[in-house]
């Protein structure tokens, strides 16, 4: 992991950190009970783990400034997303997490990329999304953009959407070309709406009590590092959905 070599090196082997999916960290810490993925911010919160990657739309349940970032067409390009989210509008946002928590993030990831809308028929224009019910993500800001539109708004998570189609929950959904093959959403879906409408971004974040225990210069070097695992990952990223497509 660049993130857990980075800081291994800038501190010269005195800080060690453990990179784990959620299924190992279940297994090792948790005795292989399953941990709900959303409740890691507040295990976060809590102390109970230091560090995590967690969805934007959940850290704006914890300051509404992250709700901005769910604005449709917001960013004219990753170049133009890159500038706002490593720049001082995404490292204010970033840094004010501590205001209303004992979470800080570090640094903005992608989680898929640009959202596009999948469906069972072809979708020529905002018109065909008045009256259908339409999967959004888990934030108000995707629910009232979708409302203005005339859709009935159907709130679940990116992983569900497969069976939400599969059991004719939704006519129309938000996803992401990384997750569109990668969770079958192909099988129950026969069209694909390239709109880029929104990005489905990821925070790196680290409980505040753990960042207020390093030195000026650790957390220095601990921000550096999460921007070059940030910028690496979005990279990785905007790759898997070229594969994809």
């Not at 929104?198 to 207020?212: A, D, G, R």
Request: a negative charge; zero cysteines; proline letters at 2%.
């Amino acid at each position: 992991n660049i993130f857990a070599q980075h800081v291994h090196e800038y501190s010269q082997g005195q800080i060690e950190i453990e990179i784990l999916g959620l299924d190992q960290y279940e297994q090792k810490y948790n005795h292989g009970e399953p941990i709900d993925k959303y409740a890691v911010m507040d295990m976060v919160n809590d102390g109970v783990i230091d560090m995590s990657q967690m969805y934007t739309t959940q850290l704006g349940k914890i300051n509404k400034d992250f709700r901005v970032l769910d604005l449709p067409f917001l960013f004219e390009s990753h170049e133009h997303a890159a500038r706002v989210l490593d720049g001082e509008i995404g490292q204010t946002i970033l840094s004010d997490l501590a205001k209303t928590s004992n979470i800080r993030g570090l640094s903005f990831t992608y989680s898929g990329g640009y959202r596009m809308m999948v469906s069972n028929q072809p979708l020529l224009g905002v018109d065909d999304i008045a009256g259908k019910r339409v999967r959004v993500g888990l934030t108000p800001v995707a629910e009232d953009t979708f409302s203005l539109l005339g859709g009935k708004t159907v709130s679940m998570g990116v992983h569900a959407v497969a069976d939400a189609f599969r059991q004719d929950l939704v006519d129309i959904g938000e996803n992401t070309w990384a997750r569109y093959f990668r969770q079958g959403v192909n099988k129950y879906t026969t069209h694909v709406s390239n709109t880029k409408h929104s990005l489905f971004l990821t925070t790196v974040i680290i409980n505040e009590k753990i960042w207020n225990s390093f030195s000026l210069d650790t957390q220095m070097m601990m921000r550096e590092a999460a921007l070059t695992a940030a910028v690496s990952e979005r990279a990785e990223s905007l790759e898997d959905t070229r594969l994809a497509m």
